[in-house]
């Protein structure tokens, strides 16, 4: 079992900048497959990005450029740099665990309880 705790979420003005962080309670972190997913009000979870154990990024063609995501082993948390954010990316944003298909099929998906990113003047 993976329990996932995320942090960070707030109000920001556009253009400015937050930084997310989850905190993870997992044996072998090391291996997952770790993620940053997102909700707007009516909308479906999607995407943000994702970060596999060879440190090998995914990122939604929404946020290229301007988010990074990050792990640390050592600590077991996982980072999302948020830069230059827009109103569209205001929603509840999820931490996401799961291992990769070679080690555990079906996959389970582990969650964070989220936290709200709103980018308003």
């Known amino acids: 079992q993976v329990q996932l705790v995320e942090s960070g979420g707030g109000l920001v003005q556009p253009g400015g900048s937050l930084r997310l962080s989850c905190a993870a309670s997992?044996?072998?972190?090391?291996?997952?497959?770790l993620g940053w997913y997102r909700q707007a009000p009516g909308k479906q979870r999607e995407l943000v990005a994702d970060?596999?154990?060879?440190?090998?990024?995914n990122y939604a063609d929404s946020v290229k450029g301007r988010f990074t995501i990050s792990r640390d082993n050592a600590k077991k948390t996982v980072h999302l740099q948020m830069n230059s954010l827009k109103p569209e990316d205001t929603a509840v944003y999820y931490c996401?665990?799961?291992?990769?298909?070679?080690?555990?099929?079906?996959?389970?998906?582990?969650w964070g309880q989220g936290t709200q990113v709103t980018v308003s003047s």
């Open positions: 996401n665990a799961r291992l990769p298909i070679h080690l555990e099929f079906p996959q389970r998906q582990y």
């Open positions: 997992a044996t072998m972190f090391s291996v997952y497959t």
């Open positions: 970060l596999t154990s060879s440190v090998s990024a």
